[in-house]
């Protein structure tokens, strides 16, 4: 009996040890890095529901989320792959796309889209998709989160400058116009447009469009039309005694838009918070409308998304599981009703409780007329000397140092420069 | 010996050793040469930023120092309480995290409703964009810069002047000597290898200026330095060819030239020092 019950015993000891060794196997930790501001308050709660929903569909599996700020994102990613040590699942803006995908942060999705069923893929906006793939058979991303640029209007600010806000604001020619009248008023008319690059790629956006904006790669040029580039510098030179002089991501610009110091604003959805709070507290009248383009009809504006990809290693399989998880429209619906913001799959948009979100409904209309903020992405990454010749001419030419044609020449003559570099 | 070649040999020969190579920080460096030193030379930014740099050294180190000096003085006049009072007052700038001083001074700065237009306001001076205007951007820099290393330097003054034996200043008012002679005549002598200290420190913190530009200007690795580079110094770019730009042979070079040159100044500096007390 006694060595019946020490073989019993030890059968149960070797079963236990095979189970735990197998549960062992199956055991793996996800890092998952997003964006600081989704990693806190209501964003984090839903990231963990997400992260709940897929762990218990996938037992074994551990998903940690660490939220980091935009430089401390690529930083790391970069340096996690200079170590061998990469998050998993990861987000980054879709301009550092080319920089992540040369250093090997970015693994090629390419097979496992494609092995996903059609009713996924079509969930995505089409072009949104194509700005992921630099070429067939290459795919680095699943894009996720993003905005179209809108204008804010501060309607306490345009009553008192005389202007009705009811009416249509249709074209540049009328903005121009309003903002003088509301100088005339003794208020700030727009923040500085050209101190940041996207404020300049916005009122781009008002005269050209992505096709005269992007980067000729091959020719090592710049595809911006020195006649266009000079009427936008025109609107810069319009601007200059009319704006607050902080520039559109300045806390200040925020504090005069909330105190009635600020006419318009020209930014991304991520104010709206803000407003509604100041709404609410301290009475602010506000709306968001469509960046007005030279005709009636166009639009400017900028458009850009943050993305979702996966680091090549042993974690792959999963790892995909779990970013085509949150990418799809189930997810983004939720994400979308959360925040009130727009996102790139394009199902989740069409979801008619998102689509009566009125922050959702104007930025799925910006979105439509706006420019890419730096095309192409994930082919080669854009030297930081062109950012800053582009701010610096547009600035120099605001301060009459050039005038709008020469500055465009200069302009467009360094930045061939600094792409031939 | 070993933490002197882990933590200071070596970066500075693997710097050295990157310099020469194009290398993203992941793939297998490539010998480039000596073209990343010729890029950096011939381009715009390092010459804007090295102009800046010459610039921001000339005028922040002798109003910090002097800064320093006046406090440290006005410091040990008192006594007791008071003296731990304004020593501490005066120190919290420099514990105070950079991103808070940043932030204190954006408001300070912010046009229209900042604390200083405010100020200005009230004397009927216009309003002032001291952080965009080009022509201001590098003053208020100073001024941050000022408010904050003004606390360490004079912590480390003061301490040079509690050393000054009382009795060289008691013979001095015997002899007549007012206030402004002892002064120039026995604290400033007296505090001479202190203040070869503090100036070489400061000289040396001021050439690798970057937190407190950067956090002014709301710079990120792919746009930095403010309106028109007023505020780019060399290692805001370094960071920028580096992180923004995956350069990392390139941001070596960067810091291999900026190494030599706070090496260079340090020297003659010290060797300076030493021909006046040889003398």
Redesign the interface.
């Given at each position: 009996m006694a060595k019946l019950n020490m073989i019993t015993g030890g059968i149960a000891s070797l079963m236990a040890i095979f189970a735990c060794s197998t549960a062992m196997a199956d055991d793996v930790t996800l890092e998952y890095w997003v964006f600081s501001d989704f990693a806190q308050g209501d964003a984090l709660a839903l990231q963990e529901t997400f992260i709940k929903e897929f762990t218990d569909k996938h037992p074994g599996v551990k998903i940690e989320i660490v939220g980091k700020g935009?430089?401390d994102l690529?930083?790391g990613q970069?340096?996690g792959?200079?170590s061998g040590n990469l998050p998993d699942v990861f987000m980054n803006g879709i301009?550092?796309g080319a920089?992540l995908a040369?250093?090997?942060v970015l693994a090629n999705l390419y097979d496992k889209w494609m092995a996903m069923p059609e009713e996924y893929r079509a969930q995505f906006d089409k072009n949104e998709i194509k700005n992921c793939m630099p070429e067939e058979g290459k795919l680095y991303c699943l894009p996720y989160t993003g905005y179209g640029s809108l204008l804010f209007r501060n309607l306490t600010v345009l009553e008192k400058a005389g202007i009705d806000p009811s009416k249509p604001l249709t074209t540049w020619d009328e903005w121009l116009d309003q903002m003088k009248k509301v100088k005339a008023a003794g208020v700030?008319a727009i923040p500085?447009q050209?101190?940041?690059?996207n404020s300049i790629a916005e009122m781009y956006a008002i005269s050209g469009d992505a096709s005269t904006w992007s980067i000729d790669w091959d020719a090592r040029k710049t595809r911006i039309d020195p006649k266009i580039m000079a009427k936008v510098l025109e609107k810069f030179v319009a601007m200059a005694d009319l704006n607050?002089?902080?520039?559109r991501?300045?806390?200040?610009t925020k504090?005069?838009f909330i105190?009635n110091?600020l006419a318009f604003h020209t930014v991304g959805p991520w104010v709206d918070p803000t407003y509604v709070e100041a709404a609410k507290n301290s009475g602010l009248k506000y709306d968001y409308v469509l960046i007005p383009g030279d005709t009636a009809g166009k639009h400017g504006g900028i458009k850009y998304y943050e993305f979702v990809g996966v680091a090549p290693g042993k974690n792959f399989d999963i790892s995909w599981e779990f970013a085509s998880f949150i990418t799809e429209k189930e997810q983004m619906v939720r994400w979308a009703k959360l925040l009130s913001r727009y996102n790139s799959n394009a199902a989740a948009m069409n979801d008619p409780e998102v689509a009566a979100l009125p922050l959702v409904a104007a930025s799925v209309e910006a979105v439509k007329g706006a420019m890419d903020v730096l095309p192409p992405y994930f082919v080669k990454?854009v030297?930081?000397?062109y950012?800053?010749t582009v701010?610096?001419y547009t600035?120099?030419t605001a301060?009459g140092d050039y005038s709008p044609e020469e500055g465009a020449e200069e302009m467009i003559s360094?930045l061939n420069a600094c792409l031939a570099? | 010996m070993l933490l002197f070649v882990v933590f200071f040999l070596y970066p500075i020969i693997s710097g050295l050793f990157y310099s020469f190579h194009d290398w993203n920080g992941v793939r297998e460096p490539t010998f480039v040469g000596l073209s990343n030193y010729r890029w950096l030379i011939s381009s715009r930014d390092f010459s804007r930023a090295m102009t800046n740099l010459c610039v921001y050294l000339l005028i922040t180190v002798p109003i910090g120092i002097f800064a320093a000096l006046g406090l440290a003085l006005l410091v040990d006049s008192f006594t007791g309480r008071w003296a731990n009072f304004f020593r501490n007052a005066y120190f919290l700038p420099v514990v105070l995290p950079a991103f808070l001083a940043a932030t204190i001074w954006r408001w300070i700065y912010a046009p229209n409703f900042g604390l200083l237009n405010m100020i200005l306001g009230w004397f009927g001076i216009p309003a002032v964009n001291f952080l965009n205007d080009t022509g201001t951007m590098m003053y208020a820099l100073i001024a941050v810069d000022v408010w904050v290393s003004a606390g360490f330097n004079m912590v480390i003054l003061l301490a040079g002047l509690k050393n000054i034996p009382t009795e060289l200043y008691e013979a001095a008012r015997l002899d007549g000597a007012n206030k402004w002679q002892q002064i120039i005549h026995i604290t400033l002598p007296m505090l001479g290898p202190v203040m070869f200290f503090v100036v070489t420190y400061s000289v040396i913190s001021a050439m690798q200026v970057f937190d407190k530009p950067w956090l002014l200007t709301g710079s990120s690795f792919t746009e930095y330095g403010g309106r028109r580079g007023a505020l780019l110094f060399p290692v805001m770019d370094m960071m920028g060819q580096a992180f923004g730009e995956l350069k990392f042979g390139l941001a070596s070079a960067y810091g291999f030239i900026l190494t030599t040159a706070i090496v260079a100044v340090t020297a003659v500096m010290y060797l300076l020092g030493n021909r006046k007390e040889t003398k």
């Open positions: 935009d430089d690529t930083a970069v340096a792959a200079a301009r550092v920089q040369e250093a090997g700030n500085d050209s101190l940041v690059f607050s002089g902080t520039s991501n300045d806390q200040a504090d005069l105190t110091q990454a030297p930081n000397c950012l800053s701010v610096d600035s120099a301060d360094e570099q | -």
